[in-house]
Every structure is written in C-alpha cells, then in structure tokens.
Nanobody, 115 residues
Framework: QVQLVESGGGLVQAGGSLRLSCAAS????????MGWYRQAPGNQRELVAT???????NYADSVKGRFTISRENAKNTVYLQMNSLKPEDTGVYYC?????????WGRGTQVTVSS
C-alpha cells in the first residue's frame, strides 16, 4: 500500500509564502501525473496544479504566476511553491498521484492565509 504524506502547511499572512511537499511511503516507478488540489470549507475540492512525467505543468487560473509545481523523481517527491498568498488560498491542500499502480491521495495539509 502506498501512502502519500504532505507537509509544509501552516499559518501565513497575506503576501507571504509557503512550500508544500508530498512524498510517498515507498518508491514508485510508474508515476504519470502528480498534482495538488485544495478544498476550502463549504467548497468542493478543486485543482491547483499538476505536472506530468514529462514536466508539463497546468495551473488553475487563480494561482497562475504565484504558484509553482515541481517534482523530484529521484526522491519521489512533488512540491508546490506558493508565493503572494491571498486569504482565498486558505484550505486543505491534498496531493494526488496518478500511477501505474493506481490513483493515490494524501490526507492533506492545512494552509491558512490571514488578511
């Protein structure tokens, strides 16, 4: 069983930065796409950013120019650098990996941006 563990969340003031990380409990060789999603209270889970095995990235319009997704295959880790944070970025951030073994989700890490 593969477990994904997110880290790096916390409380930050508007305009600040955070870097999220997501690592797997064991090495996975057939990772297709890694992604970050978020869910604010009362809202549905939404896509934040994804990165393919080839390095192609996709971002939600609301985070373009502020967030950067990257991956380090040797460490089986995906990152989300979040700059110029806004209160509306508040939520639980989840990582998602689409792999040859299946689709995996982490348990989430809380990001709170104060105004």
């Amino acid at each position: 069983q593969v477990q994904l563990v997110e880290s790096g969340g916390g409380l930050v003031q508007a305009g600040g930065s955070l870097r999220l990380s997501c690592a797997a409990s064991r090495r996975i060789f057939s990772i297709n796409t890694m992604g970050w999603y978020r869910q604010a209270p009362g809202n549905q889970r939404e896509l934040v950013a994804t990165i393919t095995n080839g390095g192609s990235t996709n971002y939600a319009d609301s985070v373009k120019g502020r967030f950067t997704i990257s991956r380090e295959n040797a460490k089986n880790t995906v990152y989300l650098q979040m700059n110029s944070l806004k209160p509306e970025d508040t939520g639980v951030y989840y990582c998602n990996w689409v792999t040859g073994l299946g689709d995996f989700w982490g348990r989430g890490t809380q990001v709170t941006v104060s105004s």
